[in-house]
């Protein structure tokens, strides 16, 4: 039999039986849709780590106190990091432009009867430089403000807004853990990097913070959280790195492992790209399990229609049907629900990244690879899955299908 007329009759009985192909289809449609969901968000999340980490500035490397195994196993890094470190990094490494030492902690801010809480960064002036941070009016703090500790707040622009609504805060007062500050500058919307939202936040000289708002105090020093490092150019961030390893090793009188480890902007965003492709892989994998499920359901339907159909297999058979004619019109049936639900499915999980790019800053867009593969392995599983079926219905005695009747 023609191939063609073999596909009009495979439509014609589909079509014959809405409720039942729709039923079938429908898991094929589920599974492509996550498939080519999954996979869009999880490419999608790689992008915005990796955009997020270039937002924190260019050339940039992360001096952590404490063993990087320990961090991992959860373990509460030592105060091994002071700013005295900082300073000695920027008067001695030749390679480094501007280092920043910071504290970070948590505050309500008030303004007169508003408040919120926000986060609390305690830092000095080449902090914005680092990080890459515009003013969009005011000024930041100076080195004078630092050695005066003095009582000055820089805040992000979503909290000026939170605290001041549409008015200038330039020049007003605000208390940060019962504590007055002057406002002297409103940064420019830097968004949020890892779920932590940069324009919901103040910033004060690292003074200020460590003896009056948090009374940090240490014998080794002014103990900080971590420390940001902008190398000169990019070709002197691995010099930088090893110059700066040297340096605190011999500062902290180091004979064996370091208690601190150095990441670079580029290991960071390979390490979050890593993390990501995992979880893509594996949320992929997950959605593909739905895709094994549709093909089932497509085996047992098919089966079912073998039954139903025994009088008109035998018939056919009985007026010249060969073997490979009933293969080919089953096998068609089966790939023709396979691939309708890959193009269906393809549509809703296109729909859903649209809407995954409406209500999270995910821009998830639609991978061809996915698409490809998803419909590639529909076709797969409606061949695959409708073999038995074909070749069952195929192999029946035709008086013994005409006697079923």
Known sequence: MDIRESLSMALRTLAAHRLRSFLTVLGIVIGNAAVIAMVGVGQAAQRYTAEQ???????????????????????????????????????????????????????????????????????????????????????????????????VVVLGSDLAAKLFG?????????????????????????????????????????????????????????????????ARDEASVSAAQFQITNLLRRRHKIVDEDDFYIRTQKEAVAIAG???????????????????????????????????????????????????DILQQFLLEAIVLAVAG?????AVGTLGLIGIGWVTPLQAQVSWEAVILAVGVSGTIGLVFGVAPAQRAAQLDPIVALRST
């Not at 961090?71 to 001695?92: S, V």
């Not at 008030?110 to 430089?129: H, Q």
């Not at 399990?289 to 058979?317: A, D, H, W």
């Open 274 to 324: 890593n993390i990501t492709g995992v979880l893509t892989i594996l949320l992929a994998a997950t959605a593909g399990i739905s895709l094994l499920v549709g093909g089932i359901g497509i085996m047992n339907i098919m089966l079912v229609s073998v039954t139903e159909r025994t009088q008109e297999i035998g018939l056919r058979k009985a007026v010249g049907a060969t073997e490979g």
């Open 166 to 230: 549409d008015r200038s805060p330039i020049g007003e007062r605000i208390r940060l853990r019962n504590l007055s500050f002057e406002v002297i500058g409103v940064l420019a919307p830097k968004g949020a990097f890892l779920g932590t939202n940069r324009d919901d936040a103040a910033y004060i000289p690292l003074t200020t913070m460590a003896y009056q708002l948090t009374g940090r105090r240490s014998p080794y020093g002014l103990t900080v959280a971590f420390i940001s490092v902008s």
């Open 53 to 151: 980490l270039a937002s924190l500035g260019t050339n940039v490397l992360f001096v952590v106190p404490g063993r990087e195994d320990a961090r991992r196993r959860g373990i509460e890094p030592p105060a091994t990091l002071t700013w005295e470190d900082a300073q000695a990094i920027a008067a001695q490494v030749p390679t480094v432009r501007w280092v920043a030492a910071q504290i970070n902690e948590s505050a309500l801010a008030s303004y007169g009867n508003r408040t919120t809480p926000t986060a609390v960064t305690g830092t000095v002036p080449d902090f914005f430089r680092v990080q890459s941070f515009d003013l969009q009016q005011g000024r930041f703090f100076h080195e004078l403000d630092v050695q005066r500790q003095g009582r």
């Open 342 to 346: 890959g193009i269906l499915g393809t």
